[in-house]
């Protein structure tokens, strides 16, 4: 009996038993399901959220993938290294190979300037190739085979099985390109498209010395083969990768998808952590004079935290396994919004989520749960009797805060984001909490009602209770603001990016006699269309008297490799490449290695914003706020250009933003009339194509068979599906993410009514009336929850504001509903807890 009863000595198995009764019984019926409670939001949250974002991520790069037919993509204006598909063949990697060139294609009636592109029976790797024959639908291109993109059918005037000319071979048409994986967004390349068979090739004779041409090399494989693919092939000039998060438009959308996915992560973390960390703290302050008894009658360290730790144990299993459950069916109501635009067999995740949530939940638990339990092993004796004995403080305790801290190190790394939001979160959090205690110590020196002045004492009865309460508060208000103002935010840019009425086909080379006729025909058709621009190519060569680049540029030399490969396929053609690589200098800008399209107009595009400076001056110039930055342009500097070999200046007068993705004309430089009208110059209107009005398409390339007409339908239609479906993942990610920040308050609220027990068994002991006690009850957390509400709301727009700025590259925008909205919701969630727990607190006041 002596071994059995003494708390000090070792358990035996009888001892043992007591004590797990005991624990389940401290479990269900103590104070420890508030933290079991917490513990399992936390692992459902991060399941439900890190289930998602897997799944949705991964549809996302698939669909980036398809875009671009392949995993990566090595783009050059040179023949391709001989051993760089040897190379990543022997790492086990797919390839497939496209040499891509612009050649006239000529039919028996027509003829017309396409884009060629030979390819291999692999491509593609990724995304769908659509062929369209007599006798069905195919998927890759054969030897001898000739496909044409379906506008092609009328204005060469063919049909299949008719003859077509692409250089030196006749190709028989074998049907249409229905669907193309790849997608350009640079109207002024843009040509109806051909396909034909790499083994054909050679015999078009297309390929001549000086020829434009890009060579293509597609890889699909394991990501780390395809990196390390990619680090060991030195690009000369004109060389390049691409994967999903280059492609212009719809590698920034996935690029800021996937960073505010892992913000969103972090955020919902951070506040289930402090739900978990608020009612650790309650629990301690339950069992403190449990704890103090216990060591009165015996009990050692040792023996509490044997004790604490089969509680822990028990609670963190049953969390994992509650946790787990309610997240997988958590995971499974988010996608069901997603239905319609995710594909039927979805990515799968494995157990991924369950060990990631698992390993969340015990980083924080650690450091959340075992400096509160410290504390509560620390207390003394004593405060069995003397409750307000403070207890020892032991540093050492804080190093379990190292767990985390390692983990977050390894697991942001790099990124800067992150690390910049948690920091300024922290600084935030406790100037937050100090402008809290600041306010109620003002408000106090005012004349207030007797329930109002009573409820301000009881506030600022402890500082740094009231500001560490305040801070929680509006943290976990501000928290899930920045949540749902960023996908407004960015929900907001991309519907900019691509609007509803964006043009979606552009009319090129219309030559100055044919302008007028074109917009008329236009008119008549009542098509939505831009102003007519003139466009010139043309480069920028001096800022005032400093010349930008020297006499050979980057492309220039670039060119002279591939003339010299294209005759000389050999050691002298590698020669020159060495050579190329060697002298190809350094220039400011990408803009300087090409020629850029020069417009003028009496007024500017009205879907440019203007910066800074005037518009209208002679001889001015109006120059892109992006570029300008860049090269160090200032309004009033000269700057030189070049068209045609004729050199002209013009002063620049005007500063303008662009958005470069919402597909309507857009130039670098905009010129007064008088400085290029004399210069011969081709024109450009884009127009939008509704349903129904098909048929015109291939009327205008009847009537006006010299202009380039490029049709982007298809590519618009498949960003705005894109669009679509990211803005609904972002739309569940962020509703999920309110409503853990919702909980996390409604948490604090609770915790902090259940420690108003006490204090309003005094009240009414000295004699406060049940009115009076109301309305304290109801003047402090009003009074609070206003505060909170009103710094959240300058919080998350300052968040906010610092994300879009420095995180996501987005103009900062006002939200004027959030100094009403988050004030009005803090109230009503007071309102609710104050309703739900007031009754039940006041009930041993009514007998």
Known sequence: MTEISTPTDSPRPVYRGLLTKWSWRELWQGQLWPVAVALTLIIACVFALSALVMRVEAVMVDQGRSMIAADRVFRSANPLPPDLLTQAQQQGLQTSVQTRFGTMAFSDNAMQLVSVKSVDSAFPLRGELTLRTANGVRHQVQPGELWLAARLFDLLQVKVGDTLAIGDADLVISGEIVQEPELSFNPFSQMPAVLIHADDLAHTGAIQPGSRVQYRAYFKGDEAQLTALQETVPLAA?????????????????????QYLSLTLILVIMMATATLVLTCLHYVSTRRETVAMMKSLGASRRWLWLWLSRQLVMLFALAAVAGGAIGSGLEYLLRLPLGEILPQALPSVGITPFVVSVLVALLVALPAMGIALWQLVEAPAIAVMQPQVAVPLNPRRYLLLLFPITAALWWFGDNGLMWVTLAGLAVLMGVLGLLGVMVVALLKRGRWGASMQLALSRISRSPFATGAQLAALTCSLMLLTVIWLLRSDLLSDWQQTLPSDAPNVFALNISPDQQADYLAALDT???????????????????????????????????????????????????????????????????????????????????????????????????????????????????????????????????????????????YFIFTPDVMATLPATWLVSFRIEAGQEALINQLGRDFPTVSLLDLRTMATRIQGIMQQISLS??????????????????????????????????????????????????????????????????AESVVAALVTWGFELPVTAHPWVWVGVPLLSLLLVVIIIRSMLRQLLLPLQR
């Open 525 to 667: 058709h009542a098509v939505m269309r831009s102003d007519g621009y003139p466009v010139i190519r043309g480069r920028i060569t001096h800022i005032n008297d400093d010349a930008l680049l020297p006499s050979s540029s980057p492309s220039t030399a670039a060119d002279k490799a591939s003339d010299t490969q294209n005759m000389n396929s050999g050691q002298e053609a590698e020669r020159v490449k060495e050579t190329t690589k060697a002298e190809a200098p350094e220039v400011r800008d990408e803009s300087l290695r090409r020629e850029l399209n020069f417009t003028w107009r009496e007024t500017l595009p009205v879907h440019n914003t203007t910066v800074a400076g005037t518009w209208g001056q002679a001889g001015g110039v109006s120059v892109e706020s992006g570029i300008a930055d860049r090269l160090g342009i200032q309004l009033g500097d000269q700057l030189t250009f070049s068209v045609n070999s004729q050199v002209f200046s013009a002063n620049v007068t005007h500063l303008r933003d662009v958005e470069w993705r919402n597909m309507r004309p857009n130039f």
């Open 730 to 795: 972002l739309s569940v990610l962020a509703g999920l993410g309110v409503v853990s920040g919702l909980l996390l308050v409604m948490t604090l609220l609770r915790l902090s009514m259940a420690q108003r027990k006490m204090e309003i068994k005094l009240y009414r002991t000295l004699g406060a009336s049940r009115k009076r006690i109301t309305a304290t009850v109801w003047g402090e957390y009003g009074l609070m929850a206003l505060i909170a509400g009103i710094m959240a709301a300058i919080g």
């Open 238 to 258: 004109g060389d390049r990768w691409l994967s999903e998060t280059t492609q212009g438009r719809t590698g920034d959308i996935l690029e800021k998808s996937r």
